[in-house]
């Protein structure tokens, strides 16, 4: 199991923005396709953006594309969502996961994921 640690989560408005970063330890980041996936309460977890290891390939769920950018920076072991103009519904848990191969936004050929952190959209 990888240590994957996700933070900057928060409460904001909707029209607001946050940006999420993803840091591992223990492991090198740079070896995997990064996906970030989210589960709202009483919802079945759905990928947001994945990115690949070199950045090459980048994929959006529907919903977000136009409002959220995914990215990486391997020289820090590190990889972030930003996300512009949040509306209610992209309240959810968001998690940072691996991937062996490329990019992928289906939840079942994910490896390892972290604790996850809160993003609340509310006025």
């Known amino acids: 199991q990888l240590h994957i640690v996700e933070s900057g989560g928060g409460l904001v408005q909707p029209g607001g923005s946050l940006r999420l970063s993803c840091a591992a330890s223990e492991f090198t980041l740079g070896s995997y396709g990064i996906t970030w996936f989210r589960q709202a309460p009483g919802k079945e977890r759905e990928g947001v953006a994945c990115i690949s290891s070199s950045s090459n390939t980048i994929q959006y769920l529907d919903a977000v594309k136009g409002r959220f950018t995914i990215s990486r920076d391997n020289a820090k072991n590190a990889a972030y969502l930003q996300m512009n103009s949040l509306k209610p519904e992209d309240t959810a848990v968001y998690y940072c996961?691996?991937?062996?191969?490329?990019?992928?936004?289906?939840?079942?050929?994910?490896?390892?994921w972290g604790q996850g952190t809160q993003v609340t959209v509310s006025s």
């Open positions: 996961a691996t991937f062996r191969f490329g990019c992928t936004l289906i939840i079942e050929l994910l490896d390892s």
